[in-house]
């Protein structure tokens, strides 16, 4: 029981350098490939998602959390939204409300789509359209999370594994600290 007192205490001193390194890299990759996903397949309209983008980590005394953060759109970008036609299987669906006109002439904005005498009219169909056939799932950031877990959680458990070797090895391990 004391040993692992000891080895409690000697965690909480450990500075986790290869550790922190490896998540900062590993979050900032994600982040990049996020990105170029979005912009590949032309799901950049205002930026806000974009930039929105953030990885945290934390790392505690019994655990490393790795946090992604965004706009709260992100996830019918990834998982569509099921329209009143068109069915994706998505957990999103749009019920018998259409989507607000505003958002629907902000994004035209951004898309330079209709600008002209038919604007009014073409923003009334792009809205019908929308609460129609829904949004397509792109699985941009399935994907993603999914090549993020396969390639760089193996590197964060190395440089974690790494650098308790190192504490091990420098004899911090007496019962006095």
């Known amino acids: 029981m004391t040993l692992f007192v000891v080895w409690m205490k000697t965690l909480r001193r450990m500075e986790f ?23 590949t397949k032309n799901k950049v309209a205002s930026g806000n998602l974009f930039s929105s983008l953030k990885a945290r980590y934390d790392l505690g005394v019994n655990e490393v959390t790795f946090n992604l953060y965004g ?9 569509g939204v099921d329209g009143t036609v068109t069915k994706y299987g998505s957990p999103y669906k749009r019920s018998d409300k259409m989507p607000p006109l505003t958002e629907v002439r902000a994004w035209m904005d951004i898309k330079g789509i209709g ?27 399935t994907s993603e999370i999914e090549k993020f877990k396969k390639s ?3 590197k964060i458990t190395q440089a974690l594994i ?3 070797l190192k504490e091990m090895t420098r004899g911090n391990t007496d019962s006095n600290q």
Request: charged share 30%.
């Open 17 to 39: 350098t290869k550790t922190r390194e490896q998540l900062k890299i590993s979050g900032n990759s994600l982040i990049l490939n996020l990105q170029q996903k979005l912009s």
């Open 71 to 79: 706009s709260t759109h992100w996830k019918y970008i990834d998982k």
């Open 115 to 141: 600008m002209g005498e038919d604007e009014a009219w073409l923003t009334f169909w792009m809205q019908r359209r929308w609460h129609e056939k829904g949004i397509k799932p792109t699985f941009i950031f």
């Open 162 to 164: 790494s650098d308790t």
């Open 152 to 154: 760089e959680i193996p």
